[in-house]
């Protein structure tokens, strides 16, 4: 069933051959390399002793990879160690390549957020032959005793907020009406994407079942609802054919379940185009995660409603910790040694945990803390 989801899916989808594209820096001592796009220069050194770390993102097409990878980069280098970090640009094929390529140039270890949670299976074997920690960076792997940490948020916490949110915006406990709402979820081979959703259905299901709330699609079920690398184009096509289905004659959207904030955008666009936010038709609610600047910008104009900050800074600096200490033969810290089984063990996790934010508070938590510069927020 999902071999067959997935194909259907990935036909949707307009995946070209994209290169990924890479980072080496290098601390004193280490020696660059040459084919790399960018050198960042030598630290003051640390415990690294000029160890390698190789750093795998998944994409460049979300701002906040790029900033996860960019503060990693950092962090170790203040501890002395030289790091590759590459992206992938969310081809499966060419994540396994360079994690494959990291493991045959001797790196000290590896940490990874992964594109597909069940590809990794041979690499993180090849990993614990060479004696190469790896850590499962924000996405757990699937399928493998060989993953040593799992770095992450709350994420069943994450989607309890959003189902929250949506529940506090239209006061359900006291509703004497229903509303009508659709549901949309992350990528079906992304574990967290299955959290998310299952948290914010935790809460929404019992409105659902009591008709406080209605799902006009139909589409209740995470293979009818999930998106295919979180595309927002994709999320925003099938907004518009919901629409096109299932709003006429003055039916509206209430309220719109949206997991990334990505897909949010793709979901505004989609309202957009038959005249939300405009005459009779004022914006639903609409969640999303990760705090990007343009769905901030979309917040404070009135558009999406809501975002899940999970500051990339603290989990960030928890990888690097945990990754200074797998490779010094430590145990790293954890808080969690129960919840994230990938199907061959219960990987022990350190999470972090999610904030949910409108417009209400969000000078408060990003621009305050330095996670957001205002002025980007005005450009």
């Known amino acids: 069933m999902k071999k067959k989801l997935m194909a259907m899916l990935l036909s949707m989808a307009l995946v070209g051959s994209i290169a990924g594209c890479g980072v080496t820096t290098t601390a004193p001592g280490g020696d660059s390399d040459a084919s790399k796009t960018e050198s960042q220069g030598k630290t003051d050194g640390g415990s690294g002793s000029g160890k390698t770390i190789g750093i795998l993102m998944p994409t460049k097409s979300s701002e906040r990879w790029i ?22 640009e969310d081809v499966v094929e060419t994540q396994v390549s360079q994690a494959e390529n990291l493991i045959t140039k001797g790196v000290s270890g590896l940490v990874i957020a992964n594109i597909d949670g069940e590809s990794l299976t041979d690499v993180c074997q090849k990993a614990k032959d060479a004696g190469i920690p790896v850590i499962a960076y924000d996405r757990l792997i699937k399928n493998t005793a060989n993953v040593d940490y799992y770095i992450s948020f709350d994420n069943k916490l994450v989607g309890n907020q959003m189902g929250q949110y949506i529940e506090k915006k239209l006061d359900l406990k006291n509703a004497q009406k229903s509303y009508n709402v659709e549901l949309f979820a992350g990528s079906p081979d992304d574990n967290n994407a299955h959290m998310f959703f299952e948290g914010a259905m935790e809460v929404l299901q019992p409105y659902i079942d009591s008709k406080k709330l209605t799902v006009v699609s139909g589409q209740t079920k995470f293979d009818e609802i999930c998106t295919l690398r979180w595309d927002g184009a994709l999320a925003q096509a099938r907004m ?103 199907g061959v063990k219960v990987v022990p996790s350190y999470l972090c945990q999610p904030v949910s934010v409108d417009k209400s508070n969000y000078k408060e938590v990003l621009i305050d803390s330095g996670y957001l510069k205002e002025e980007n927020l005005s450009k």
Do not use: C, H
Request: proline share 2%; no cysteine.
């Open 67 to 88: 900033n996860d990878g960019n503060d990693m980069v950092k962090s170790l280098k203040e501890l002395g160690y030289n790091t590759d970090l590459q992206y992938a």
């Open 240 to 342: 518009e054919n919901i629409l096109t289905a299932n709003y006429s004659g003055g039916k509206k959207v209430d309220a719109v379940l949206s997991p990334y904030d990505g897909i949010s955008r793709g979901i505004v666009e989609a309202l957009r185009s038959v005249g939300y936010g405009s005459g009779d038709l004022p914006w639903p609610v609409i969640t999303g995660q990760d705090a990007e600047t343009a769905s901030i910008k979309s917040i404070i104009a009135g558009e999406q409603t809501s975002t899940i900050f999970k500051d990339t800074r603290k989990l960030s600096a928890q990888a690097v910790k945990t990754i200074d200490a797998a490779i010094k033969g430590q145990k790293a810290e954890v808080n969690d040694e129960k919840t994230y089984n990938n």
